[in-house]
């Protein structure tokens, strides 16, 4: 069962435009992650939001975790080639902290 | 560099065959974790350890079994292989649910 919806499955774009990625579920998490994976490579950690409202900040990537601890949002603002890639988000639920809840992710390519 | 180390980088098996993944972490994690990623299936847990000399099952246990030999290392088997365990397999560690460190991966072909 699939308990973290991402949207939009797969985004090309031309580079210096903006995109938001969404990650959505029922299910109330204690913490979320952002993940960015390249082909033949393991997924690389971005960030971690733990508090509802919570919103970090890494370069032109901005994190959004929801007020109810529900959702999150990733807004990249003037893509860049090097940005392409697979975009996961992995939520920890308060009763099982080693089973984390993946989306299916996101696939980005920003082109030149 | 500190990290994840996985072998091997690819195998090819035959079905009925069985290897054992290897994988090590040098950040003095306590957690680690073994998935296997799948086009369209996203990141599936198949086992994991809280700690040395424990390990629990996760989503899709079924065909594998795992070792927790120290801390460093957890190590993922193939007692029998099929065509349904092909797949990409990831090893990972965490000192706390809060941030996961991902190996490079091995790529599993059963044929």
């Known amino acids: 069962t699939q308990l973290l919806e991402q949207s939009p499955q797969f985004l090309s774009i031309q580079e210096g435009e903006n995109l938001t990625v969404y990650c959505n579920s029922s299910s109330v998490f204690s913490s979320l992650q952002w993940y960015r994976q390249e082909p033949g490579e393991g997924p690389v950690l971005l960030v971690t939001v733990v508090t509802g409202g919570e919103v970090k900040k890494l370069k032109r990537l901005t994190f959004q975790f929801g007020d109810a601890r529900k959702d999150s949002s990733l807004h990249i603002t003037a893509a860049q080639p090097g940005d392409t890639g697979l975009y996961l988000c992995?939520?920890?639920?308060?009763?099982?902290?080693?089973?984390?809840?993946w989306g299916a992710g996101t696939k980005l390519i920003i082109k030149p | 560099n500190a990290g994840v180390t996985q072998t091997p980088k690819f195998q090819v098996l035959k079905t009925g065959q069985s290897m054992t993944l290897q994988c090590a972490q040098d950040?003095?994690?306590?957690?680690m974790y073994w998935y296997r990623q799948d086009p369209g299936m996203g990141l599936r847990l198949i086992y994991y350890s809280a700690s040395e000399g424990t390990t629990d099952k996760g989503e899709v246990p079924n065909g594998y079994n795992v070792s927790r030999l120290n801390k460093r290392e957890f190590s993922l088997r193939l007692e029998s292989a099929a065509p349904s365990q092909t797949s990409v397999y990831f090893c990972?560690?965490?000192?706390?649910?809060?941030?996961?460190?991902f190996g490079s991966g091995t790529r599993l072909t059963v044929v």
């Open positions: 992995a939520g920890a639920k308060a009763d099982s902290n080693y089973q984390l809840i």
């Open positions: 950040m003095n994690h306590n957690s």
């Open positions: 990972a560690s965490d000192w706390e649910p809060r941030g996961y460190t």
